[in-house]
């Protein structure tokens, strides 16, 4: 699977931006999906996960519980991450990556778990 992710930019303090991530291959419905997003000179940290399929169970990081939401789009091998009230500290590249994995929740928010992933796309939110 490969992965490519989009929609990166600045946003102001309090404004939204969706993030992309569309995946190669007919077997895309078959893997738990990730968002994570890493600063320069940290770790990679988790950021919310949705489960293979129709993707019926998603978890968050509390940091971004009630502002974040992930979806994904079988038919167009794609998952989005919208990111509503943004704030400066939401400044990081983010990464999408995917798990053959048919569990979800809490579980998926390891980034050893996943096995492939995206190349990663800037947000910067000015205050």
């Known amino acids: 699977v490969q992965l490519q992710a989009s929609g990166g930019g600045l946003a102001q303090a309090g404004g939204s931006l969706r993030l992309s991530c569309a995946a190669s291959?007919?077997?895309?419905?078959?893997?738990?999906m990730g968002w994570f997003r890493q600063a320069p000179g940290q770790e990679r940290e988790f950021v919310g996960t949705?489960?293979?399929?129709?993707?019926?169970?998603?978890y968050y990081a509390d940091s971004v519980k009630g502002r974040f939401t992930i979806s994904r789009d079988n038919a167009k091998n794609t998952v989005y991450l919208q990111m509503n009230s943004l704030k400066p500290e939401d400044t990081v590249v983010y990464y999408c990556?995917?798990?053959?994995?048919?569990?979800?929740?809490?579980?998926?928010?390891?980034?050893?778990?996943?096995?492939?992933w995206g190349q990663g796309t800037q947000v910067t939110v000015s205050s």
């Open positions: 990556a995917a798990g053959d994995h048919k569990t979800g929740g809490i579980g998926l928010r390891r980034a050893v778990l996943y096995d492939y």
């Open positions: 291959g007919r077997s895309f419905s078959s893997y738990a």
């Open positions: 949705i489960s293979w399929g129709g993707g019926s169970t998603t």
